[in-house]
């Protein structure tokens, strides 16, 4: 990756880098290709990336966590966008940044005993659970009801979309716990998988991200004792909004880290294909095609690494993640397939990686909330609509 013109990481964010890179190179890489035909990361890869401590880099030591700053987040992800298969790193943020935010921050201490240190651990698995199959960005529109009764809620409902959905031990579930109190009538519950009447309904088959499995969940009067709510009932809506920005930070922070690796790769393969007797690189279409690359790329990164800034100060950057998502999701985008163009006939072919990364790209302008709906949450923060 090209070094920025300022860094934020110290030597010890160095030595992390360091760490992680071997780690990754050799218990990840070399089995990502039967992942991909399995279409299923095993549950070991998880155990060891726990006992590397790689899934707690943010949170309190005392449930097995680093307590580390923001940066160490960031070169976990720009790390997991050198493994040649997308959907690997996906599973993994989906773990560290998606499923357990607000566990950390509004879980009561026994829950966080419970769930969060094991998922620290890599002994579980863990899912985000809000997308149902009517209701995707339109959080409100979820229809997964929790019912009080007695000491326990009854849950209801299906989700939609849920990454490591087929092996999850547990799913942080977002679900209506009081209709009639719009906003304030959600709540996020912790699901423990083994619970009767949880059933993963399918496995989905996806265009890209295929190591990263993907199911249908259904919920059939499952009892789930009240002390496993996160943080109070009614507030569960306000924490998934805080949770969307773990969320979408970390999206950006992997698109801009891909854009880079892809650009890389198809750099050194343009030097070496030659067409008419001299290498592509040396045309000036695909030089400047570079350039336009390296220029979009460049102000990416200065944008993602701002979010970051204002993440790791404790800033409320909803506004920034929000247009650095959009933009991340545009330039990703762009750059894989000027990519692939340079690659000719051969990015077509699945043996070349170009192809995987070209699929795998494909979501960074829907999850996590998609390119239409980062325009609207922007143009609410401007104060344009009425």
């Known amino acids: 990756m090209v070094a920025p013109p300022f860094s934020p990481f110290t030597e010890e964010h160095d030595m992390f880098r360091a760490t992680l890179r071997s780690f990754l190179a050799k218990e990840v890489i070399p089995h990502v290709d039967d992942w991909e035909r399995d279409e299923l990361v095993p549950r070991w890869v998880w155990k060891r990336m726990g006992e590397m401590g790689f899934l707690g880099l943010r949170y309190p030591e005392e449930y097995g966590g680093m307590n580390a700053d923001y940066w160490y987040t960031v070169i976990l992800a720009e790390e997991l966008a050198r493994v040649p298969a997308g959907g690997f790193g996906v599973g993994i943020t989906v773990q560290t940044d998606m499923a357990t935010p607000a566990l950390a921050r509004y879980g009561s201490q026994e829950l966080k005993r419970k769930f969060l240190e094991p998922a620290i651990k890599g002994d579980y698995i863990c899912s985000i659970a809000v997308t149902e199959p009517g209701a995707g ?31 999850a031990n547990f799913v942080t579930l977002l679900c209506k716990t009081d209709p009639e109190k719009g906003h304030h009538g959600f709540s996020l519950l912790v699901v423990p998988t083994d619970q009767p009447g949880f059933s993963v309904g399918r496995k989905l088959k ?55 690796v892809t650009y890389e790769r198809t750099k050194e393969y343009t030097r070496t294909r030659r067409v008419f007797g001299r290498p592509i690189s040396s045309f000036q279409v695909n030089q400047h095609r570079f350039v336009d690359m390296l220029t979009q790329m460049t102000a990416l990164r200065s944008m993602v690494y701002e979010c970051a800034y204002r993440f790791n100060n404790g800033e409320d950057a909803t506004k920034q993640i929000s247009m650095c998502k959009l933009f991340a999701g545009q330039v990703s985008k762009f750059v894989v397939d000027s990519c692939l163009q340079m690659y000719g006939g051969y990015g077509y072919m699945e043996e070349y990686p170009i192809a995987r990364s070209y699929r795998d790209n494909r979501l960074f302008t829907i999850g996590g909330g998609s390119d239409e709906v980062m325009k609207e949450i922007v143009a609410k923060l401007e104060g344009l609509k009425q």
């Open 137 to 167: 960005s339109d959080v409100a529109s979820i229809q997964t009801r929790a019912r009080r009764n007695g000491d326990h809620y009854l849950v209801n409902g299906r989700k939609m979309f849920i990454t490591n959905g087929t092996q």
């Open 206 to 260: 996806k265009l890209g991200n295929h190591c990263s499995d993907t199911a249908e969940l259904i919920l059939d009067d499952v009892r789930i004792p009240l002390d496993y709510r996160i943080g109070e009932e009614g507030m569960g809506f306000i924490y998934q909004m805080q949770q969307f920005q773990d969320e979408r930070l970390i999206a950006c922070v992997s698109a801009m880290a891909s854009t880079f």
